[in-house]
């Protein structure tokens, strides 16, 4: 009898155990997550999140081509799985290929025509920078063109017109004789373009001189020509290292209000104060411009996410390599256009 007593016992209280259990939710399952907890759940799902990673193709405007490789590394800096091939070549080929997905992103040193707008091309302005005359020091009335300036159309007269030959006739000396041996692009380049427009004429077509291939090379070409005259970019024709004009190069001063004399503010021996210049107005526009990058349709992914990068974080590298930032309104722009 005892032991059927213990039995009914043992049941009796294995059954309120039971009871009490299924009776009894656990934290887990009853408790809603604080604010704090949610907080914390996503920030780990970010911090989970797959890194970038991938290779951006990029080609096009020479002007371009200095920043574009400082925005790819600090961006890799940033994002070891990202890689990039940034090649020059000019804006007509950054164009080109852009168009044909030959790339995923052109540089482009001038304005988009709607023609290449009506065959996909999206694009957004970046920076901005200037093209600049350029003659050697050695040039017989160096001295002369420094004290006067250039007027626009003089300038007009030695690209377009072809009717000023000799540098006499630039400073109105006409005991000089010494030929004007004038240098353009043979690439299609956004500077020949700007330099096009200003001198008077529409395209760079328009413009006469022997043809040179890229940047580097217009440079190179004027520095060993006493008598050349050609054109270059703001972050070209200054050694960035110390923000002087490349030596053997003098930027022949525009004569904006045309009084006949080369006033201190169209004056730039020093980056500083070219830089300034573009960036308040003073200089003209063109031949100061824009400079834009183009992709094949709006950009998504890591082109879209490269681009907004270079439009935020990326524009306080532009001083440095001689480009100017976009203004806050500017900006604004061009990321309001990528939504």
């Known amino acids: 009898m005892k032991k059927q007593t213990f039995t009914l016992l043992s049941v009796l209280l294995t059954l309120a155990v039971i009871v009490s259990a299924c009776g009894t939710a656990s934290p887990a399952e009853t408790t809603v997550p604080t604010e704090e907890a949610q907080v914390s759940s996503s920030t780990e799902t970010v911090l989970t999140e797959e890194p970038l990673s991938g290779t951006l193709s990029i080609s096009g405007a020479f002007a371009l081509y200095p920043m574009m490789t400082v925005w790819a590394d600090e961006f890799s800096k940033l994002h070891p799985g990202v890689t990039f091939d940034v090649q020059g070549g000019g804006a007509g080929k950054g164009m080109t290929d852009t168009i044909a997905g030959a790339v995923d992103i052109g540089m482009i040193s001038r304005t988009i025509k709607e023609e290449e707008t009506a065959q996909g091309i999206f694009w957004v302005s970046v920076t901005k920078d200037a093209v600049f005359p350029i003659i050697n020091t050695e040039n017989p009335v160096a001295q002369q063109i420094l004290e006067k300036g250039i007027s626009q159309e003089t300038f007009n ?129 063109p031949p100061a411009r824009f400079e834009n990058l183009a992709t094949l349709g709006k950009p998504e992914g890591l082109e879209l996410i490269f681009i907004e990068w270079i439009l935020t974080d990326g524009q306080q590298y532009l001083e440095a390599a001689g480009y100017v930032p976009l203004t806050p309104e500017q900006q604004a722009e061009s990321l309001e256009k990528l939504k």
């Open 157 to 285: 007269k030695i690209y377009i017109t072809g009717e000023i030959t000799t540098w006499g006739e630039v400073v109105g000396d006409p005991t000089n004789t010494d030929p004007i041996n004038i240098f353009t692009r043979s690439d299609a380049a956004g500077a020949a373009e700007q330099w096009s427009k200003y001198s008077g004429g529409a395209a760079q077509e328009d413009l006469l001189g022997i043809g040179v291939n890229g940047e580097p090379a217009m440079l190179d070409t004027v520095l060993k020509d006493p008598f050349g005259i050609g054109f270059g970019n703001l972050n070209s024709i200054f050694d960035l290292s110390n923000g002087n004009l490349v030596p053997g190069i003098i930027i022949p001063p525009l004569d904006i209000n045309e009084n006949g004399v080369a006033d201190a503010d169209e004056i730039y021996t020093v980056k500083e104060d070219a830089f300034g210049a573009v960036a308040n107005g003073t200089y003209p526009s």
